[in-house]
């Protein structure tokens, strides 16, 4: 018997040297090594998801036609998130006024272009809402925190890094926020910074920081209700009716240019109108009702910029 055991080793042994490695596939080892190889380096390695922040902060700019003002708007974030570890993302609608050829030099900028405007193969092209534009910038941001900016604003000194702070304090005494405002006015003619409510006297952000997690958990903008103006206040009052609170960022500033022909147009503009029905429809009966006072309006603050930062950009220009 022993002998016959020893033959049956020695043939065995011969066999695996003499198999091919096709063969030795075949006997199923490979897939068990594999397997082992595969659960140690998942101890060792943490790959990361869509779902964990990658970096700090992404700032999302939706553009159109605005080179001058849009390169101005990008210096003025540079210089305030230098201490961060941030990106820039810039959703532009098919500008032809050389915005897209400078984009496209900026190697600090990640530019998605969506064209909005004109014919394409005969065909006319889709127009989207601001809603559409912005959640492209949205979903791809890596940062935790997602700084909302117009392209024709200028942040004024030390603004992200205060609104940061303001989260960080907020959230680290327990407090669920969604989102951060940044005081701003219309310059030129506005002298006075402020933060907006809206109907049932919430707080909303025109500019300002939005947990990206947040984002996400309400569903991102609106993409099909509003076309373009009322679009930001539904998202924070989405992140209100889920229990986010949104919260103004004292000594966060903002410069946004509106010339008097823009008041004009928005005055008269049929857009406005659409959007500002459709907002009031969307909210009847959770934080708007028809027949009673409807509280909203401006939180201002005493403040003027001592580095006079509209002043010197947008007069020297």
Wanted: hydrophobic residues 40%; neutral net charge.
């Amino acid at each position: 018997m022993l002998k016959l055991a020893s033959i049956a080793n020695t043939s065995m042994s011969t066999q695996l040297k003499s198999l091919p490695l096709i063969g030795w596939l075949r006997q199923g080892l490979w897939p068990v090594w594999n397997l082992q190889k595969r659960l140690r380096l998942s101890h060792s390695i943490k790959i990361a998801t869509s779902d964990e922040p990658q970096r700090e902060l992404s700032v999302v700019i939706g553009s159109y036609n605005r080179n001058v003002l849009l390169q101005k708007t990008i210096q003025s974030v540079r210089e305030n998130c230098q201490n961060f570890d941030y990106e820039i993302i810039v959703i532009d609608g098919g500008s032809a006024d050389g915005a897209l050829s400078w984009l496209i030099e900026q190697k600090d900028i990640v530019t998605i272009v969506q064209h909005n405007r004109g014919e394409f193969q005969g065909n006319p092209i889709k127009r989207r809402s601001w809603g559409y534009f912005m959640n492209l910038g949205f979903k791809v941001a890596q940062g935790k925190y997602v700084l909302m900016l117009s392209d024709d604003c200028l942040l004024l000194p030390q603004a992200v890094e205060r609104g940061v702070a303001r989260f960080t304090e907020l959230t680290t005494s327990q407090r669920k926020i969604g989102a951060v405002a940044f005081y701003f006015r219309n310059w030129p003619e506005e002298k006075e910074y402020y933060v907006q409510k809206t109907i049932g006297d919430k707080l909303i952000v025109n500019h300002g920081l939005y947990l990206r997690s947040a984002l996400a958990a309400v569903g991102w903008a609106d993409e099909q209700r509003y076309i373009f103006y009322k679009a930001d206040g539904d998202l924070c009052l989405k992140m209100w009716q889920v229990g986010y609170e949104v919260v103004d960022a004292p000594g966060a500033y903002v410069e946004h240019y509106y010339d008097a022909e823009e008041a004009v147009r928005q005055t008269n503009n049929a857009v406005f109108d659409h959007d500002r029905k459709a907002y009031a429809d969307r909210w009847r009966d959770v934080f708007y009702n028809p027949y009673k006072p409807n509280p909203s309006g401006r939180i201002f603050v005493d403040h003027s910029d001592p580095t006079q930062t509209a002043e010197r950009t947008w007069l020297t220009s």
